[in-house]
């Protein structure tokens, strides 16, 4: 069975940064991109991050486009966003998901809330 | 890049069938037979419904069933049920981006 735990949740001040992580288990992790989706107070979803297998090809959205950086590890089966300067409007709820072909996600992790305030 | 235009919201009875709708453009959902639906309860791990426009997952219902015509993507779900009282989110490849775009969500009512 395919499980995605999210952690790292927390409130943060802007400007701050925060590691997000989420473990992965019931398939061969080193094998599928990953991505992170978030979905902020009252909106819809938003693609945030997306990560090849191997590692070694990365995309962001505009928005968060060079404050965070997504990674993997593989041997350990864990993927993480690294958020830094943060901001108020990147206060959401950031769900681990699986990728698959066609810029789709097929598994999803139950998501872990960030708060950004002062 | 520009989210998939949902309605807001719907509403159907138990038994009855309703369908939501999601509009793209010729870069998107026109384009591609790449368009997945979600289901997602406040809390909870979304949920795919479609993909690949009309082909379900094993283990999700035959009342939800997907279909596309030109830039518009629809989801069909029959004989209401009160636990299909949810979000639903569409998304779409898109060649206006490396990530892919949603749809703004549509959050169906059971009356």
């Known amino acids: 069975e395919v499980q995605l735990l999210e952690s790292g949740e927390d409130l943060v001040q802007p400007g701050g940064s925060l590691r997000l992580s989420c473990a992965a288990s019931g398939f061969t992790f080193s094998t599928y991109a990953m991505s992170w989706v978030r979905q902020a107070p009252g909106t819809g979803l938003e693609w945030v991050s997306v990560i090849s297998g191997s590692g070694g090809t990365t995309y962001y959205a505009d928005s968060v486009k060079g404050r965070f950086t997504i990674s993997r590890d593989n041997s350990k089966n864990t993927l993480y966003l690294q958020m830094n300067s943060l901001r108020v409007e990147d206060t959401a709820v950031y769900y681990c998901?699986?990728?698959?072909?066609?810029?789709?996600?097929?598994?999803w992790g139950q998501g872990t809330l960030v708060t950004v305030s002062s | 890049q520009s989210a998939l235009t949902q309605p807001a919201s719907v509403s159907g009875s138990p038994g009855q069938s309703i369908t939501i709708s999601c509009t793209g453009t010729?870069?998107?959902?026109?384009?591609?037979?790449?368009v997945s639906w979600y289901q997602h309860y406040p809390g909870k791990a979304p949920k795919v419904m479609i993909y690949e426009v009309s082909n379900r997952p094993s283990g999700v219902s035959n009342r939800f069933s997907g279909s596309k015509s030109g830039n518009t993507a629809s989801l069909t779900i029959s004989g209401l049920q009160a636990e299909d009282e949810a979000d639903y989110y569409c998304s779409s490849y898109t060649s206006s981006s490396t990530l892919g775009v949603f749809g703004g969500g549509t959050k169906l009512t059971v009356l």
């Open positions: 998901a699986r990728r698959v072909q066609g810029q789709r996600a097929d598994y």
């Open positions: 010729s870069s998107d959902v026109g384009a591609y037979n790449y």
